[in-house]
């Protein structure tokens, strides 16, 4: 069976770092495009990075540019996002999301057959 969980999700103050984790069961990352999305209570779903499927090419939008990275760990299967300098427009339930056999990404929803069932991520004070 085809899984992604997501892990590493918390309350954390402005201006500090966390790092999630999407780890893959029933089939490997490699050769497999991942992606973040976000979604908070009344907004629309946000895709804030994806990575293709050999790691070459990277993506985010100008809101996370800068201060969020993801990078994968094929060995582990597992993809991470590395968060740091957060702010409060930041807190939103976190999904990663795939599309295997792929070699480049997207942050558009549509693109992947595969999610997660998401994180909370909290930036408050």
């Known amino acids: 069976q085809l899984q992604l969980v997501e892990s590493g999700g918390g309350l954390v103050q402005p201006g500090g770092s966390l790092r999630l984790s999407c780890a893959a069961s029933g089939f490997t990352l490699g050769y497999t495009a991942i992606a973040w999305f976000r979604q908070a209570p009344g907004k629309e779903r946000e895709g804030v990075s994806c990575i293709s499927g050999r790691g070459y090419n990277t993506n985010y939008p100008d809101s996370v540019k800068g201060r969020f990275t993801i990078s994968r760990d094929n060995a582990k299967n597992t993809v991470y996002l590395q968060m740091n300098s957060l702010k409060p427009e930041d807190t939103a339930i976190y999904y990663c999301?795939?599309?295997?056999?792929?070699?480049?990404?997207?942050?558009?929803?549509?693109?992947?057959?595969?999610w997660g069932q998401g994180t909370q991520v909290t930036v408050s004070s």
């Open positions: 999301a795939a599309r295997k056999y792929s070699g480049g990404c997207s942050r558009l929803g549509s693109f992947y057959d595969y």
